[in-house]
């Protein structure tokens, strides 16, 4: 193998293009299971604790998962890349993807307090329930860092050219540093929902997720392909900003009105946060004095009853589909392949019309 990280990948053969979705993502969670098992095997020298320490940070990270952030970045290398092109030299970059995720999963379940994620307890729960909660605060704030460095430490054995890597690395970068930005945003926001906004939960929408879920992974696969491609970085930009804020209004339906054996999630968890989403912003927009005065005080049952009356998840709805058709026609015209441009329609819908 040309990278010793795909040593043991669980695909026959590396995939070349065109992939499919199945394939492509096989390639990545295969990459993934050989980096994370030479990762625990170095723990395992220093002490055992950590080895087990390390296995939860993998089991974490392989445990599903839509892993929409490297269908993107490939897609949108895709986009512009040779159709001979090998890929394998690529799947380190898409890996460190889903480890940054896993970062930002953990991390965000600590602070909303969430109980599971995919169907599973959360990385707090499962080190609370072995040492207690002080213990399992830290031990999660703990697997979030080491999975950040672990990305770190995968992106760079990425098979290209310094000079492509140095634009790769900064991409990545920026994408980080948004979604932080976005994160502390999404908790200022539940500090002072009174203070907050439609706007200003559309604009934690678009660092939190919008950035790092489809406009920077889409980004950075063009990076990938090395060269100037503007016409495409603007089509890019506006397919993965619309879609990406399209994402998470789903995400805010699904958070109200999910069913959690579907989301692996508990039911109206951010209605129990207190978090002001764009549904919640806009339920109070249309509610009546009554309604407005009943959502302060009502439980979260009585509070989803509510922002259903108010007619606020129809809009959201609305606004999903906009985005959705305003992200497609960013696309029609642009210089990219005809496959990556069909891919980049389906993957439009199939990430916001979506029951988890």
């Given at each position: 193998m040309a990278n010793h990280t795909l040593e043991g990948n669980r695909l026959e053969a590396i995939p070349r293009q065109p992939v499919s979705h199945r394939a492509l993502i096989g390639a990545v969670e295969g990459t993934l299971a050989d980096f994370l098992a030479c990762q625990i095997a170095s723990l395992d020298t220093v002490d055992?604790?950590?080895?087990g320490f390390a296995r939860t940070a993998r089991d974490l990270v392989?445990?599903?998962?839509?892993?929409?952030?490297?269908?993107?970045?490939?897609?949108g290398?895709?986009?512009?890349?040779?159709?001979?092109?090998?890929?394998?030299?690529?799947?380190?970059?898409?890996?460190?993807?889903?480890?940054m995720h896993t970062f930002a999963l953990v991390h965000d379940d600590l602070m909303d307090r969430s109980a599971t994620r995919r169907g599973r307890p959360t990385a707090h729960r499962i080190f609370a329930a072995q040492h207690g909660e002080q213990f399992g605060d830290s031990a999660a704030i703990l697997v979030g860092d080491l999975c950040l460095v672990w990305a770190d430490q995968l992106l760079a054995r990425t098979i290209l050219p310094p000079s492509v890597l140095l634009e790769v690395r900064a991409r990545y970068d920026r994408m980080r540093i948004e979604a932080v930005a976005g994160q502390y945003l999404d908790v200022l926001g539940e500090t002072t929902p009174s203070a907050?906004?439609?706007?200003?939960?559309?604009?934690?929408?678009?660092?939190?997720?919008?950035?790092?879920?489809?406009?920077?992974?889409?980004?950075?696969?063009?990076?990938?392909?090395?060269?100037?491609?503007?016409?495409?970085?603007?089509?890019?930009?506006?397919?993965?900003?619309?879609?990406?804020?399209?994402?998470?209004l789903r995400d805010d339906l699904l958070g109200v009105y999910g069913d959690p054996a579907v989301t692996g999630k508990p039911a109206s968890d951010d209605l129990r946060t207190g978090k002001p989403t764009t549904l919640l912003m806009l339920a109070r927009q249309m509610a009546s004095p009554a309604q407005l005065d009943e959502l302060a005080s009502a439980g979260v049952t009585r509070q989803a009853e509510i922002i259903a009356a108010t007619g606020a998840p129809a809009r959201v709805e609305e606004m999903i589909r906009s985005r959705v058709e305003e992200?497609?026609?960013?696309?029609?015209?642009?210089?990219?392949?005809?496959?990556?441009?069909?891919?980049?329609?389906?993957?439009?819908?199939?990430?916001?019309?979506?029951?988890?």
């Open positions: 055992t604790a950590l080895g392989m445990a599903g998962g839509k892993r929409v952030r490297p269908a993107f970045a490939y897609w290398w895709r986009g512009v890349a040779d159709s001979t092109e090998p890929i394998e030299g690529l799947l380190p970059a898409l890996g460190a993807l889903e480890l907050w906004s439609v706007e200003r939960a559309l604009l934690v929408a678009r660092h939190k997720t919008a950035s790092y879920t489809v406009q920077w992974p889409l980004g950075f696969g063009l990076a990938l392909a090395g060269g100037t491609h503007p016409d495409l970085e603007e089509a890019y930009r506006i397919y993965g900003l619309a879609v990406g804020e399209a994402f998470q992200g497609v026609a960013a696309l029609a015209d642009a210089p990219i392949h005809p496959d990556a441009r069909a891919t980049l329609i389906e993957l439009a819908s199939a990430t916001t019309y979506r029951p988890a």
